[in-house]
């Protein structure tokens, strides 16, 4: 199986959309109700690429996951932190593809002048058919830290859940800070640096 990521285009939405889905219908990992429609998706898609990198992953040519960044807040004080997200296809697992497409994000993020990244992961007190703690355990080996927890705060299937924070640091955080570049600006730098992000997989 052959991996490679790439840039994200408006016209990913549907597939995308397919592999957020149940997400959203079957687990507690998104807090998110209702499916979005495609055209909501390709607009949150063309929302975020106009400021963060928007990454897909392709395992033979095909959609298997995809990742992103958002604000971490508004205010421009904020401008140097993001939140990030990402999101596997579930035949797509345990094979490395997402530690694979978070580097690639990193290393865009990088590009930008990003110094943190931040994750908001839904965590259960006790594992369930809905929420297990993978995600946190995902991040921690990429090196994110824990830095905040907030208590039954989100509920969904009828459970209540916890949500964490966590965080990993990019990049020194120089005095004075130089300004963040668009995603925009560094698209071709990033494509070119993505293109060595491939891996070839051997399937079991």
Same mark, same amino acid.
């Given at each position: 199986?052959?991996? +490679?990521?790439?840039? *994200?285009? =408006?016209?990913?939405? $549907?597939?995308?959309?397919?592999?957020?889905?149940?997400?959203?219908?079957?687990?507690?990992?998104?807090?998110?109700?209702?499916? %979005?429609?495609? =055209?909501?998706? +390709?607009?949150?898609?063309?929302?975020?690429? /106009?400021?963060? %990198?928007?990454?897909?992953?392709?395992?033979?040519?095909?959609?298997?996951?995809?990742?992103?960044?958002?604000?971490?807040?508004?205010?421009?004080?904020?401008?140097?932190?993001?939140?990030?997200?990402?999101?596997?296809?579930? $035949?797509? @697992?345990?094979? #490395?593809? #997402? /530690?694979?497409?978070?580097?690639?994000?990193?290393?865009?993020?990088?590009? $930008? #002048?990003? +110094?943190?990244?931040?994750?908001?992961?839904?965590?259960?007190? =006790?594992?369930?058919?809905?929420?297990?703690?993978?995600?946190?355990?995902?991040?921690?080996?990429?090196?994110? /830290?824990?830095?905040?927890?907030?208590?039954?705060?989100?509920?969904?299937?009828?459970?209540?859940?916890?949500?964490?924070?966590?965080?990993?640091?990019? #990049? %020194?955080?120089?005095? %004075?800070?130089?300004?963040?570049?668009?995603?925009?600006?560094? /698209?071709? $730098? *990033?494509?070119?640096?993505?293109?060595?992000?491939? @891996?070839?997989?051997?399937?079991?």
């Amino acid at each position: 199986m052959n991996l +490679r990521i790439r840039i *994200a285009s =408006e016209e990913d939405a $549907q597939a995308l959309l397919a592999l957020y889905a149940p997400y959203v219908e079957y687990t507690a990992i998104t807090f998110e109700y209702e499916v %979005p429609s495609a =055209e909501e998706f +390709r607009e949150r898609i063309r929302k975020t690429m /106009r400021k963060y %990198p928007y990454l897909v992953l392709e395992a033979d040519g095909v959609p298997a996951g995809y990742a992103y960044a958002s604000p971490f807040h508004d205010r421009p004080a904020y401008d140097w932190a993001v939140e990030t997200s990402i999101y596997m296809g579930e $035949q797509y @697992r345990k094979i #490395g593809g #997402g /530690r694979l497409l978070h580097e690639g994000l990193e290393e865009a993020l990088r590009l $930008q #002048g990003i +110094r943190n990244m931040n994750a908001c992961i839904a965590y259960p007190k =006790e594992e369930d058919e809905y929420l297990t703690k993978n995600s946190v355990e995902f991040h921690s080996h990429l090196c994110y /830290r824990l830095v905040g927890e907030f208590y039954q705060c989100g509920y969904k299937f009828g459970r209540w859940y916890d949500m964490v924070w966590m965080e990993k640091l990019i #990049g %020194p955080h120089e005095v %004075p800070a130089a300004p963040i570049r668009p995603f925009l600006e560094i /698209r071709e $730098q *990033a494509a070119a640096m993505l293109a060595h992000y491939a @891996r070839n997989i051997k399937e079991v």
